[in-house]
């Protein structure tokens, strides 16, 4: 990075350094699981912009993406709120 001064690099480097404290690969349960909960439970800051939230989302979500994580509901979960919308045989596509 130094002898080409290759910011782009540099940035990628900061990024893995700050969202995965560069040992996603040692403890991935962990990482996993937190990465998972920070998802779910986004938090805006008093005076923060709803730009810079939204940026902090999305970077989140990269984040959530390299380390390999799925998000979806399960089969049994879908066809519980169909059921309480007066689904009671839900075909495939909808759930």
Do not use: W
Not at 6 to 12: G, I
Not at 29 to 37: G, W
Not at 44 to 72: H, P, S, V
């Amino acid at each position: 990075m130094d002898d080409d001064l290759d910011t782009m690099k540099l940035l990628a480097t900061i990024k893995k350094l700050v969202y995965s404290g560069g040992t996603h690969e040692l403890n991935v349960r962990h990482n996993k699981a937190m990465a998972h909960m920070t998802l779910m439970n986004p938090f805006q800051d008093r005076f923060q912009e709803i730009r810079e939230f939204r940026d902090q989302y999305i970077a989140i979500r990269k984040m959530c993406d390299k380390l390999g994580l799925n998000f979806r509901r399960c089969t049994e979960d879908a066809k519980a709120i169909l059921k309480e919308e007066g689904n009671e045989s839900p075909t495939t596509a909808q759930i």
